[in-house]
């Protein structure tokens, strides 16, 4: 299940990739700052897959719980083969719980690695000396910068070559970072590294902070150049400072292809229709937009906690037979068996017992469990109960009739077995006391000189059950219950209790 969600985690980031790169075009037709679309790009990435994962898109709520009902034997339903669990821990980890360690372990290693950067850059800004540029208070380095640094209070950095410039360059220079502080640049830009590193593995997301970043510059560029008017020095000034380049990822040296890309964006001419082309594209921004937000999730939810997933099919209340030409299919099988170690019950699993629940289960047309029930116990509640917890988290392919989807009964039998390396068969102790030469199988009774009620004309060789049913020949021990109550009344039931003759 987790390959599923990690394909539509790209898809979506795709699709909101495309939507930003459409609305930043139209915010720069019409004069607009581009960097809160890409933005708002990298935060729905993360943010669409949780709300879906939770949900929230779908239908705001969870379906009812699954609830017990009695086997209707006037019903045909289609069936599944049993499937037979057993707890986890006798075969290794799936691939689904691999990929998903490798996720936190990887996004785990970035967000430390980013935080010893931080902890890394304080230590290195005390060797740094106070200054005054143009009478702005600047941190001034050895050779990092120029830059805007800083998360909570952030400061202008320049080189010690840059306080060489030529007067007309520094003062840009510094009106540039200057710009970059004010706007709060460098928080957006440390806002867009933690949400890589939270889906370090989606491609899609760093190629939105790479354009992100790009964005931040061209924003601040217009800022600058609507403040001086000076393309022309501007312009010397970014060739400056490409020949210089630093390790920093703020400030003015980005790569050729970004500088090139932003002294372009200088000078590009605004002639046209700019008004049309600004509403066509965001047009479009909105439109595949709307398609990021109703792009399905994949069915199920990994987990069994999660609550189960509603839509606007109806819920049968109880099977009903459904014609179908493909039946359903468990497609997180793997999924399901790692649940059984945590439903199946302690103390039952312990003392090595296990048994077979036949339940019923709803599934919609999109393949999700809407509903479950007990067809047949397994004579445990417990297991019952658990195996309708594992139902829970099951996800089916969709049921057709010919070439249309169909929600679909399904009788599903779930065996829970324990360990029987671990849990073996017991030797009944043997009594210290008894006779070696005594016949075990004897009966103690047998004697019929202790029996207070034999017949002395009797003959001591006829069975005196012959004549009796196998049901009077049992013993009559009276079966005692608790009483049922509906609420706090109690009332009479009718109950099936299944008795086994065995043979010893």
């Not at 937000?293 to 069915?299: A, G, H, I």
Request: aromatic share 6%; hydrophobic share 45%.
């Amino acid at each position: 299940m987790i390959l599923s969600w990690l394909t539509y985690l790209v898809l979506v980031s795709a699709l909101l990739a495309l939507a930003a790169w459409s609305l930043e075009r139209a915010c720069r037709w019409h004069g607009w700052p581009g960097r809160w679309a890409w933005a708002g790009s990298l935060a729905g990435s993360v943010a669409l897959p949780l709300l879906a994962w939770s949900g929230v898109l779908r239908d705001g709520g969870s379906s009812p719980a699954p609830t017990v009902m009695p086997l209707p034997g006037a019903f045909v339903m289609e069936s599944l083969p049993p499937l037979v669990l057993q707890p986890a821990g006798s075969t290794g980890p799936s691939l689904e719980v691999v990929l998903l360690g490798l996720w936190l372990a990887t996004s785990s290693l970035l967000l430390v690695y980013l935080l010893a950067a931080s902890l890394r850059l304080r230590l290195r800004v005390r060797a740094w000396r106070s200054g005054d540029v143009d009478g702005v208070p600047v941190l001034v380095s050895d050779t990092t910068g120029p830059a805007a640094l800083g998360l909570f209070r952030a400061r202008v950095v320049l080189p010690e070559w840059a306080l060489r410039l030529d007067h007309r360059l520094r003062h840009l220079l510094v009106l540039h970072e200057t710009e970059h502080v004010r706007a709060g640049d460098p928080q957006l830009a440390v806002a867009g590294l933690v949400m890589c590193a939270l889906m370090p593995w989606n491609p899609v997301l760093w190629w939105q902070l790479a354009r992100l970043r790009l964005a931040i510059e061209v924003d601040c560029d217009e800022r600058v150049l609507r403040r001086s008017g000076d393309v022309e020095a501007y312009g010397s000034l970014l060739l400056e400072v490409g020949q210089r380049r630093s390790r920093l990822v703020l400030g003015l040296v980005e790569s050729r292809s970004m500088l090139e890309r932003r002294i372009r964006m200088m000078t590009r001419s605004e002639k046209g229709r700019r008004t049309l082309r600004a509403l066509g594209l965001g047009s479009v921004a909105v439109l595949v937009l709307a398609v990021a937000c109703e792009t399905p999730p994949p069915t199920g939810s990994g987990d069994a906690s999660s609550p189960p997933q509603g839509d606007e099919t109806p819920v049968e209340a109880a099977p009903v037979f459904t014609p179908v030409s493909v039946e359903p299919r468990l497609i997180n099988a793997g999924e399901v068996a790692g649940l059984v170690s945590r439903h199946y019950p302690p103390l039952l699993r312990d003392a090595g017992i296990g048994g077979t629940v036949s339940i019923w289960v709803y599934i919609d047309d999109s393949g999700r469990v809407r509903n479950a029930g007990v067809a047949q116990s397994s004579g445990h509640d417990a297991l019952d109960q658990a195996a309708l917890a594992v139902a829970e988290s099951m996800a089916f392919s969709p049921a057709y009739n010919r070439d249309q989807r169909v929600p679909v009964w399904i009788m599903l039998p779930l065996t829970f077995e324990p360990d029987t390396e671990a849990h073996g068969t017991a030797e009944p102790a043997a009594d210290p006391t008894a006779d070696p030469t005594a016949d075990p199988t004897a009966d103690p009774m047998a004697d019929p000189t202790a029996d207070p009620t034999a017949d002395p004309t009797a003959d001591p060789t006829a069975d005196p059950t012959a004549d009796r049913t196998p049901a009077e020949r049992v013993p009559q021990v009276p079966v005692r219950f608790t009483p049922a109550r509906n609420r706090d009344e109690a009332m009479p039931v009718w109950v099936a209790l299944p008795i086994t003759f065995e043979i010893e």
